[in-house]
């Protein structure tokens, strides 16, 4: 037998060994009104935030260091994060108050050495605004 004639035979038998459409639906359970899931009335649930994890180190460049005088400090955070994870993680590593935040997603760019091109991948960071008269220390 080619084999061909083997896949055709295989796919045969799976056809025949498949459930029907109507015993399908019959095993469906019809749900009711009291099967319904409870609405949802609290906050949305959050996964755990970890300092550690969300934030990745200070950002220290000519630029941060101009803003570090008018209270906000820049960040390189994890890609995934949000903007109230950042507020959290800020709040628990510095024990400061946040105020505001800004994030941007920074496009990676191309490298050249020579002959080889590469390419620096992109990051997300954060700038963080935080309450007049409290400071972070980050080695500015």
């Known amino acids: 037998m080619s084999i061909i004639g083997t896949i055709k035979k295989t796919l045969s038998e799976q056809e025949t060994k498949a459930p029907k459409k109507e015993a399908v639906v019959s095993r469906v359970k019809k749900a009711t009104v009291s099967d319904a899931a409870p609405e ?8 755990p935030v970890y300092a550690g994890r969300v934030i990745e180190h200070p950002y220290i460049t000519e630029k941060t260091s101009r803003c ?8 390189k955070v994890a890609r995934a994060t949000t903007k109230n994870e950042i507020v959290k993680a800020i709040q628990r590593m510095f024990k400061v108050t946040v105020t505001k935040v800004n994030v941007m997603n920074m496009p990676g760019k191309k490298v050249r050495l020579g002959r080889h091109e590469g390419r620096v991948p992109g990051f997300k960071k954060a700038m963080v605004t ?3 008269g409290e400071t972070i220390d980050i080695g500015v």
């Not at 009335?41 to 996964?47: D, E, F, K, L, Y």
């Open 68 to 75: 570090a005088a008018q209270n906000t400090y820049v960040f």
């Open 40 to 47: 949802h009335t609290g906050s949305v649930q959050m996964r």
């Open 130 to 132: 935080i309450k007049e």
